[in-house]
């Protein structure tokens, strides 16, 4: 049975949540492009309840601007950034894996600790993306001086590829940000938080380092290093508890492995590694790195239920098709629909030539692509006469919408600003295919039977009819 979505807001469908915090939902989510693109993607939604306080939308839209800026294997990208109909999202690549701490979590259950050897190599994928963080500019070329404030084992995921990724820089600390953190708020996980930080003090690159090398310590001995039955007894104990040698619950730690460790759990920010990329190559210089292949098997095995589970939702997402009876309705729709024009805050561009009713159409026909194309309805045969028009003939839309205060909008294509606040536009241009013929009217009688506006192919899926759409 198809899965229908939560909701459709603009070309993104979100379906169930992954994750949840007090700020946010991570969703599954389907990008629906024309033509018949789309793309799974995950989606973390504002929750309703805070879109309308500034404090919240702007961090928000840091967020977003902080992860835009970072490029990196080893940190998961931020493609979009959506503000529109009172939502507010953020756009990220999908992963297909589970987070580090979940996956600590089930290796304990089973009564085993992570290999040596993965340990570590995850770990120093998450520097080196840290690191790529901590190095970011701005587009003027002038250092941002991003600190992350919030690794943890939580923000850290690791996919069936083998590839451990940084995620959620939502605290993080960046020059220019709109929105930081006042005096006296600590905002992150205690049990992670450096010396410095939890004394509410300056932080710079070396309190990612400490929170890393805790992660690292947690990971190899499975056990939390500054635990406690609440927030006051962590407190406590990461301000004023030494830190055990991680060799006394994991004997496979090597001394050399295990001064790495402590040097980078050092209390004085000048006493530990200077940046996250010097700990990360004398880790490499001790452990001979496991293969991505290795550690993706690894990542199976541990949450086998769980990634399967999450990838038969991904199957049946983009498997789905839209019901014929909304199918219907929308062709029946586009065919009684007046002209688009600048009434609608559409326009066409000076330098085309298309005819008004000609840009009617191809508009109509790309609204249809992308909410039949994009949930999976097949529009287009390899190889039989009932393809489309040529790709080069449909319309490019390109869309700009803000909020009050908005950011510029983040996507996977170059930077673009935010139209004015409180503010959308539309904008249209289509070009015809070389030497194509002038097209029948849009209102003109088709030539073919349009009862039933589609055929089926040998693989019992529909095909619609071009003539049908015209």
């Known amino acids: ?40 993607v995950a989606i973390k939604r504002l929750h309703e309840q805070f879109t309308t306080d500034p404090e919240f939308v702007s961090s928000f839209l840091d967020e977003a601007r902080i ?36 996956l600590l979590r089930a290796t304990a259950e089973r009564g085993e600790r992570v290999p040596v050897q993965i340990a570590v190599t995850v770990m120093i994928a998450a520097l080196h993306g840290l690191h790529a963080a901590h190095e970011a500019t701005s587009e003027r070329g002038e250092p941002l001086g991003i600190v992350h404030r919030d690794v943890s084992p ?8 083998g590839v451990a990724r940084v995620l959620d820089f939502g605290i993080a600390k960046a020059a220019g940000r709109i929105q930081d953190t006042r005096d006296g708020q600590l905002k992150g996980k205690i049990a992670y938080m450096s010396p410095e930080q939890l004394r509410s003090e300056p932080v710079d690159r070396r309190t990612d380092v400490y929170a890393a090398a805790v992660v690292l310590w947690e990971t190899l001995t499975a056990r939390r290093l500054f635990a406690g039955d609440n927030d006051a007894a962590v407190l406590a104990r ?3 508890a030494t830190a055990e040698r ?13 001064a790495v460790v402590m040097r980078g759990l050092e ?18 210089t001790l452990v001979p790195p496991a293969t991505p292949t290795r550690i993706g098997a690894w990542v199976e095995q541990v949450a086998q239920k769980t990634l399967a589970s999450r990838a038969a939702s991904v199957k049946e997402i983009e498997s789905g098709s839209i019901p014929e009876e909304r199918a219907s309705r929308i062709l029946s729709e586009l065919r009684s629909a007046p002209e688009l024009g600048t009434d609608r805050s559409m326009s066409t561009p000076a330098a085309t030539t298309t005819p008004p009713s000609r840009t009617g159409l191809v508009v109509a026909i790309a609204a249809l692509s992308l909410v ?9 045969v390899k190889g039989r006469a009932h393809a489309p028009p040529p790709i080069a003939s449909a319309p490019v839309v390109a869309v700009s919408a803000s909020v009050a205060s908005a950011a510029p909008v983040v996507s996977a294509a170059p930077v673009v600003s935010a139209a004015p606040p409180a503010t959308a536009s539309v904008t249209v241009a289509a070009s015809a295919a070389p030497g194509a013929t002038a097209p029948p009217h849009p209102h003109a009688a088709p030539t073919v039977d349009c009862t039933t506006p589609y055929t089926w192919d040998e693989m019992g899926r529909k095909v619609y009819k071009k003539e049908c759409l015209e």
Do not use: C
């Not at 939580?154 to 590829?161: A, E, F, H, R």
């Not at 991680?246 to 295990?258: F, K, M, N």
């Not at 209390?267 to 490499?284: G, S």
């Not at 039949?372 to 287009?380: E, I, Q, R, S």
């Open 246 to 258: 991680p060799s006394a619950y994991a004997p496979d730690v090597t001394p050399a492995l295990e």
């Open 238 to 240: 990461a301000l004023t």
């Open 67 to 102: 992860a835009a800026r970072i490029r990196h294997p080893n940190v998961v990208p931020t493609l979009d950034v959506v503000a529109t109909d009172g939502q507010l999202f953020l756009v990220m690549e999908y992963v297909q894996g589970e987070s580090l701490s979940r």
């Open 267 to 284: 209390r004085d920010p000048n006493a530990r590694w200077q940046t996250a990329r010097d700990m990360a190559l004398a880790l490499e």
């Open 1 to 40: 049975m198809d899965k229908p979505p939560l909701r459709v807001i603009g070309r993104y469908a979100l379906y169930d949540p992954l994750a949840s915090g007090g700020m946010a939902t991570v969703h599954l989510g389907r990008l629906l492009g024309p033509v018949g693109f789309s793309r799974t």
């Open 372 to 380: 039949v194309g994009g949930l999976g309805t097949v529009l287009v």
């Open 154 to 161: 939580q923000n850290v995921m690791i996919g069936v590829d």
